[in-house]
């Protein structure tokens, strides 16, 4: 069990109230999880195929003429990714929940980049299914191929057990249930234009129980935020993988399905979605050298959607410390993300549950 998800099991026997030592155990754990280094995951030893210093936009031609979508685009690396991408000629729809906050960032970007920037902004609610299929009619009329698809919004780390209004965990249903239907939906205009589908996971896919829970899918028994956040990434991550030996079995081999996650980056995630005690940790750690700017965390889904010659089967991200800073390329990806048993039973679950089948 991973050092959070051992911290979430203490907490959960403690009475609410017992607020300073939830403190005294949550703050050693930030820092053994700082200081603990896990050369499992960080793949130092092969070599990078972009050098040294890893792949970084300065890789992108100009990408006028090319459209990418992307979700989560209000903050953080998607707000970045964005901003890159539209700095390279791109047109950009954004899929955001929140008007005023998408108005506010195009007007942003467009303070940033100018006003021939080519923006849009498409308004869904990657947790409530109906919004994610009234939003992909939407950008198949405003469209005519989509380059890319960037699946980067998120929750995290939601400190009590939430339901949507479709009736899964919270985390399972924006994270996972909202990109899988999402991208089933968008696939014809992907395909159209030879697209590729980049999914932005986390290392949290190697935390939590490291495999789908089939039995309590929303985890009415014994739920913590880490282990409903890490199995929501890792059905995200694991999806993917499934979709590329689907898209194969069709003879749909000119749409490209990619897996990456941005290290430990200096964003709002858990500002948004994390308990008080969480916030506390997660400020804190943005003070260590362990975390990196949200541009940098935006640079394996940018490389994902813009770069020629990567491996589908290889996990992308920083190959740093830990996996949570360094240079881009591609490390280490434990086997449980590529169990094909728990991937298949997981997609056959995820079309019956969201009602959503692809076409391929
Ligand atoms: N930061 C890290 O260290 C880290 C580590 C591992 C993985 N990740 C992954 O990186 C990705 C980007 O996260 P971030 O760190 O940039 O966090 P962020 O700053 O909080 O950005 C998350 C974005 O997702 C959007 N979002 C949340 N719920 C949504 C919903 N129901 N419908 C539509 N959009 C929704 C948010 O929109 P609102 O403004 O409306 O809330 C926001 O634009 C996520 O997939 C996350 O799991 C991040």
């Given at each position: 069990m991973s050092i959070l998800g051992k911290v979430d099991r203490i907490e959960s026997?403690?009475?609410?109230?017992?607020r300073l030592t939830k403190i005294c155990i949550r703050l050693p754990s930030c820092f053994l999880l700082i200081f603990v280094?896990?050369?499992?995951?960080?793949?130092?030893s092969t070599a990078n195929q972009f050098g040294k210093?890893?792949?970084?936009?300065?890789?992108?031609?100009d990408l006028t003429g090319k459209t990418f979508v992307i979700t989560?685009?209000?903050?953080g690396t998607g707000y970045e990714a964005t901003r890159i991408l539209l700095s390279k000629g791109a047109t950009v729809v954004m899929l955001s929940r929140n008007p005023k906050k998408s108005a506010d960032t195009i007007a942003l970007l467009k303070e940033t980049l100018g006003d021939a920037i080519k923006v849009s902004n498409v308004q869904m609610d990657l947790g409530v299914q109906a919004s994610v299929k009234n939003a992909a009619k939407e950008v198949s009329e405003r469209v005519t191929g989509i380059d890319a698809l960037l699946c980067n919004g998120a929750i995290a780390q939601v400190p009590e057990q939430q339901i949507t209004e479709?009736?899964?965990?919270s985390q399972m249903g924006v994270n996972y249930f909202g990109h899988f239907s999402l991208q089933a939906l968008l696939l014809p205009l992907i395909e159209k234009v030879n697209g590729r589908i980049v999914t932005v996971g986390s290392?949290?896919?190697?935390?939590?129980?490291?495999?789908?829970?089939?039995?309590d899918l929303d985890w009415d028994?014994?739920?913590t935020p880490n282990d409903a956040y890490s199995q929501s990434k890792l059905a995200q991550i694991m999806s993917i993988y499934e979709l590329q030996d689907r898209l194969e079995q069709a003879g749909k081999t000119n749409v490209k399905a990619y897996a990456c996650h941005p290290g430990?980056?200096?964003?709002?995630l858990i500002s948004t979605s994390g308990s008080f005690m969480m916030k506390m940790i997660f400020g804190l750690m943005k003070?260590?050298?362990?975390t990196q700017p949200a541009e940098n965390g935006a640079y394996p889904e940018l490389m994902c959607a813009t770069?020629?010659?990567?491996?589908?089967k290889a996990f992308y991200g920083p190959t740093g410390r830990s996996n949570?800073?360094?240079?881009?390329g591609a490390h280490y990806l434990a086997p449980h993300a590529k169990d094909k048993a728990v991937a298949k039973k997981l997609w056959d679950l995820s079309e019956k549950e969201t009602g959503v089948h692809w076409n391929f």
């Open positions: 026997s403690f009475p609410k109230s017992i280094p896990n050369n499992k995951t960080s793949d130092m210093k890893g792949w970084t936009p300065d890789r992108i031609n989560g685009t209000t903050s479709d009736g899964w965990e290392m949290g896919y190697d935390m939590g129980i490291k495999t789908i829970k089939f039995d028994k014994d739920y430990s980056s200096r964003t709002n003070l260590s050298p362990l770069e020629e010659d990567l491996d589908q949570w800073v360094g240079p881009v």
